[in-house]
């Protein structure tokens, strides 16, 4: 396939697959049958399963295009490799959908509009509603996520642990900063000039990291509630996890030592250290102790890892005018749990 070739369709549905056979079972049908060959082609791109995903895959689904890699270079380095391979392949866009996610009717429709209408938009995401309960927001994005001064994420639908359920109020399509990766739909150049995923995090806030980076280069990121996907989440860390706890702390330090100037970073991360020193006194007193430690091991690991970053940009998005909320106060002192 190349870029000149019209008669194919512009967007690829990347699902990334690593032994994930019975998630294969229980979404790729709804992705199937919901997206519209005219719109998307569809892709499974396999980590180098050990279990009989993609054998599975070729008995019961022969005409799902794939990808296969030799080994398992995790959900960061295998999304950037199938970037490249489907710029080859001359993919305008490619929509990063997790296996676990099931579609409505005509989702990637709004989404591939959206993009084309707004060239300056280099990511975008759908609204995310809970497979389990599908009345409320999903946890991993709802209806576009935010930022706050401090650098804690949040998002329209959802504020730390408070999800909202959907009356159709975060229906409007909305410039967000950041769009999640449960369902990213990236324009493929703007993710590849953005250098992609950064492979070092592992796990939590690629994304969020990846939308800041496409910012910092004069792109948009937005949210088109006008599609609709079903994400089952919790797949990989369930939130009592300890390793969860250290992955969420240890990469939201790398994420704002590496996007925020030199005027604002020592401050932002000085005031950080204070905070997440609450948040290990709270884990403390409430005897979570595992809890407790990931968030100094955390902090411990991220000095040694800030030296991976030598530059850093000039603009700072985090400190803007109007000033950015804060959902710690706003949260715990002012009670407020919804969006606003």
Known sequence: MTSSDTSLPSTAVVILNWNGEKLLAEFLPSVISNTSAADATIIVADNG?????????????????????????????????????????????????????????GWIAPLIDYMEHNPECGACQPKILSYRDRTKFEY?????????????????GRIFDSIEHDHGQYDSIAEVFWASGAALMVRTSDYISAGGLDKAFFAHMEEIDLCWRMQLMGKKIAV????????????????????????????????????????????TLLRRRLLDTLA???????????????????HRDFAKMRRLYASHPDCDLLHTTPPRPNIITDYYIKGIKKWH
């Open 140 to 156: 991993a994005g709802a209806s576009g996520g935010y930022i706050d001064r401090n650098g804690y994420p949040f998002c329209r």
């Open 49 to 105: 399963s050990t279990d009989n995903s993609v054998m599975w895959l070729s008995q019961n689904y022969p005409d799902v295009k794939t990808i296969l890699f030799d080994k398992n270079h995790g959900y960061a380095g295998g999304y950037n490799l199938v970037a490249e391979e489907c710029k080859r392949r001359g993919y305008k866009y490619v929509m990063m959908l997790n296996s676990d996610v099931a579609p409505t009717q």
């Open 280 to 298: 290990w006194s709270k884990y403390m007193v409430t005897l979570k102790f595992k809890h407790a430690s990931a968030i100094f091991r955390a």
């Open 224 to 267: 088109v509630p006008q599609s609709v996907v079903y994400h089952l989440g919790g797949g990989s860390l369930d939130a009592k996890n300890a390793r969860k706890t250290y992955l969420n702390f240890r990469n939201n330090l790398l994420m704002l030592h590496k996007n925020l100037p030199d005027s604002s970073r020592k401050s």
